[in-house]
DNA sequence: CGGCAGGCGGTTA
DNA sequence: TAACCGCCTGCC
């Protein structure tokens, strides 16, 4: 597989820790030297190292332009004006802020982004990675060595079609198997869904789940998952009670607006680090 | 061993 | 429409 060399530069609000350990992606991962990150955007690997000082990215893919790559990381997006939006309207947001300072919003594959978090629901990070690479170990093409190891592409509807809900609980994708093969089977007659009501209606996903694809797969910045984290800052900042999920969801829409999609990350990575 | 981890779906009252 | 509960698995 033949490496290309892509140098993104002037680039602030940038910290590929903060991207890639706030929860929105699982194919990364830190190299062993722990100077970059190498992982898969859709159907390329990739390795990205970033330089602070600089404000320089460098990105070892196999495929992809500048393009494809500056839109998932999101380069085009001003963070600085967006964290002092969300300064504004809610001091108290800043320590999380300066905490998550480098994050930015991926763009990533939309079915890859809906089957794993369906993957999510109920289950730690280190396994649903695991069940994830599982997936793309058995379904998606094979990429061969690159980095070190051989890596694959997630499969896209048509290849993740040919997976039974048997051969998915060998893969020990548990009780998710089921909605994993109906959700690809609804996404192979409908296409794309479009909206929150959409994405909902997918089976295994519900209203966390459905916010976090809103966010993360359809880029609506205004989604704001909550999950038990989430709770639990609801409840320590501004009293809500654990299961008034409604209230919570109300009141972000209501302080962060239009941000609250990035307020939901600064706030988890910061409280989630800090436990 | 029970409890829990980035919940959901089905059933009950 | 709110509350409860079972659920695959892995790790404490």
């Known amino acids: ?12 609000d940038f910290d590929l820790a903060h991207i890639f350990e706030c929860g929105q992606c699982f194919r990364w991962n830190p190299s062993e030297d722990g100077e970059s990150y190498v992982g898969m955007s859709g159907d390329y690997a990739g390795k990205a190292s970033f330089n602070q000082e600089k404000g320089e990215l460098v990105l070892e893919v196999t495929g992809g332009d500048r393009k494809f790559w500056s839109n998932y990381f999101d380069l085009n997006t001003n963070y600085s004006l967006i964290k002092e939006t969300l300064l504004y309207s809610e001091p108290k947001i800043e320590d999380a802020i300066e905490y998550g300072k480098g ?9 890859e982004t809906l089957i794993s978090f369906i993957i999510s629901q109920n289950n730690n990070i280190p396994r649903i990675k695991k069940c994830i690479e599982s997936i793309c170990r058995n ?10 190891e051989e ?21 020990k994708l548990g009780y998710r198997s089921k909605y994993i093969v109906a959700s690809t089977k609804k996404y192979m007659e409908e296409g794309c869904p479009a909206n929150y009501d959409e994405v909902l209606a997918y089976p295994g996903v519900g209203p966390k789940v459905a916010n976090c694809i809103m966010l993360f797969g359809l880029h609506d910045v205004e989604a704001f998952p909550i999950d038990t984290w989430v709770k639990q800052i609801m409840k320590d900042m501004y009293g809500f009670e654990d299961k008034d999920v409604r209230g919570m969801s109300e009141f972000a829409s209501k302080r962060f607006g239009e941000y609250a999609g990035y307020a939901q990350q600064y706030l988890f990575y910061y409280y989630r680090d800090r436990k």
């Open 139 to 148: 379904y998606g093409e094979n990429l061969g060595e690159v980095f070190g």
């Open 103 to 111: 994050i930015r919003i991926l763009n990533q594959d939309k079915f």
């Open 1 to 12: 597989m033949e490496i290309e060399t892509i140098k993104l530069e002037r680039i602030k």
């Open 151 to 171: 890596r694959f592409a997630f499969p896209d509807p048509e290849r993740l079609s040919k997976a039974t809900v048997e051969e998915l609980m060998a893969l």
